[in-house]
């Protein structure tokens, strides 16, 4: 019986629940970015990062008993909806690493960018003529989205690889979409877009390179809460906010409002509780409007994007949660809902890569810390809006050197270090 009893401790321990216990493993999610500084941004991210263990430290074996019950419960209902792949060990079609000099292109197998080169995906059918921009092909690589294992499911997809517990990318249900957007309460968005895209300016700083049709990109980032270049702290409103009218800025808040709900009605009850957890000790910005209520803005995500046809090249974002992305059609009619507009791809995903084809108002939730890209339109024909929305690192921190912990964040901070030193 004490045998039993021990290693009934030993697994409450190791994944983060039990009165008074420390896990021994890493603190870290696969999901999110943590800085490794000790400055006051860095401990916060840290402190974030572990909220959840520390709380669930304290909590007792009954009500732990019960989390743990609610939690299977959700992902036996969700299971029950969409399909669920089969974990694979990561190789993929894109291997990130630099190409050595003296090595020549590969004609198939792993994609090795060189320096200043990037990865895309010609979202084009096969043996049809490209979608790719032939002005972004010169000193790029280009391959095609079908090289990758393609799934579009209409009912939703999630995929857990091998190596995480956390799903690497979980496609909803169309209809549950369409429902929870009820995006004919928005007629006028892609006018909206077009309207935040022209008052961009400048790009935001990225980890990729964004083409469209034209060489000028039409893409809007950084949507909501931003950090500013040069300047410590968050700044609650972009510069989008005074160029564009009021009602166009309240409808991307109130667009991201429904797509966390989305989000959080899918995503498993741990990450949920992750999240819900690092915004009570970090006290992070989110996306606001002006006058609307509490429940037409987001609780958790603090910027949205945005552009038009435009094609992403594969890479890592420093984001401190899953990322949301949806695609829109202006031409939708129910009866065109199943038409595929543009390919999500994750080339590092399983065995060969894997692509998930995307549907008008169909939410895809990803892990962003995981290769990702938006290949180019299927149809050449097509005027494509795609909508991200997510939360930076950077923004949890506070990116404020000068503002010190509160006692709850130092405590956290500190439970971090503890893992830390245990784990090494």
């Not at 603090?302 to 552009?307: E, L, T, V």
């Not at 595929?340 to 894997?354: N, Q």
């Not at 890209?373 to 921190?397: E, H, M």
């Not at 010190?404 to 784990?423: F, G, N, P, S």
Request: with cysteine; aromatic share 8%; glycine share 6%.
């Amino acid at each position: 019986m004490a045998k039993g009893k021990k290693r009934h401790r030993s697994r409450r321990s190791s994944s983060g629940g039990g009165k008074g216990k420390t896990p021994d493993h890493s603190p870290n999610v696969s999901f999110a970015r943590t800085y490794k500084s000790r400055k006051y941004p860095s401990e916060r991210t840290k402190a974030a990062t572990v909220a959840l263990d520390y709380k669930e430290s304290s909590l007792s074996k009954s009500t732990m008993h019960g989390r743990r019950k609610r939690a299977r419960d959700k992902q036996a209902r969700l299971d029950k909806t969409w399909k669920v792949l089969t974990p694979e060990r990561n190789v993929g079609l894109l291997n990130p690493r630099k190409r050595q000099r003296g090595e020549q292109d590969l004609q198939a197998g792993p994609v090795e960018a060189p320096k200043g080169e990037y990865v895309f995906f010609d979202g084009s059918p096969e043996k049809s003529q490209s979608t790719f921009p032939l002005h972004a092909r010169p000193g790029n690589i280009v391959r095609s989205v079908h090289e990758l294992r393609v799934y579009s499911e209409k009912d939703g997809v999630t995929y857990t690889g091998c190596d995480t517990e956390y799903p690497d990318f979980l496609m909803c249900p169309q209809h549950i979409c369409l429902e929870m957007l009820d995006l004919d309460s928005f007629p006028r968005l892609p006018e909206h877009a077009k309207l935040v895209i022209d008052a961009q300016g400048k790009s935001t700083d990225r980890h990729c390179l964004i083409v469209s049709d034209s060489p000028d990109d039409l893409y809007a980032g950084g949507i909501g809460c931003v950090v500013p270049l040069g300047r410590a702290g968050v700044m609650q409103y972009s510069r989008h906010f005074k160029k564009v009218p009021i009602a166009t800025y309240n409808t991307f808040v109130r667009l991201a409002a429904r797509m966390e709900k989305i989000a959080l009605a899918h995503l498993p009850s741990k990450v949920v509780q992750y999240i819900s957890a690092a915004k009570d000790v970090a006290q992070f910005k989110t996306m606001k409007g002006v006058g609307l209520d509490s429940d037409e803005e987001p609780y958790f995500f603090a910027s949205i994007a945005c552009g038009i046809n435009l094609v992403l090249s594969s890479h890592i974002d420093n984001d401190f949660f899953y990322c949301v992305v949806v695609a829109l059609n202006p031409d939708y009619t129910p009866q065109n809902k199943d038409k595929v507009l543009v390919y999500f791809t994750f080339p590092t995903l399983g065995s060969r890569g894997k692509a998930v084809a995307m549907k008008h108002g169909q939410i895809l939730i990803f892990n962003a810390r995981q290769y990702h890209s938006i290949s180019s339109r299927k149809f050449a024909n097509d005027r494509i809006t795609c909508i991200s929305l997510y939360l930076k690192t950077a923004v949890v921190s506070g990116h404020d050197s000068s503002i010190e912990l509160t006692e709850y964040q130092e405590r956290c901070a500190q439970h971090y270090k503890d893992i830390m030193m245990r784990v090494n």
